[in-house]
């Protein structure tokens, strides 16, 4: 016997939409920072930090944080 499927109520599809433009932007931004920016300003070899950005909330976190030598 299988259970019947949860459907989300249009406030929560509502939420996770926004959610995703979210990250969505935040890749973005970072990947735009990224290509804007010289590879000096940056920890480590540029390339390797594309597809760490990839990595959903995370990667972009981490490139803002860790990634930037101030």
């Known amino acids: 016997m299988t259970k019947?499927?949860?459907e989300l109520s249009p406030g929560q599809q509502a939420v996770f939409g926004v959610l995703g433009?979210?990250?969505a932007a935040f890749a973005f931004l970072a990947f735009w920072?990224?290509?804007h920016?010289?590879?000096d300003e940056v920890r480590g070899p540029k390339p390797?930090?594309?597809p760490a950005i990839l990595v959903n909330w995370?990667?972009?976190?981490s490139y803002f944080l860790f990634?930037?030598?101030r």
């Open 21 to 23: 433009l979210v990250q």
């Open 4 to 6: 019947p499927k949860k």
């Open 37 to 39: 920016r010289d590879a």
């Open 33 to 35: 920072d990224l290509a």
């Open 58 to 61: 995370i990667g972009p976190a």
């Open 48 to 50: 390797a930090w594309i």
């Open 67 to 69: 990634g930037i030598k």
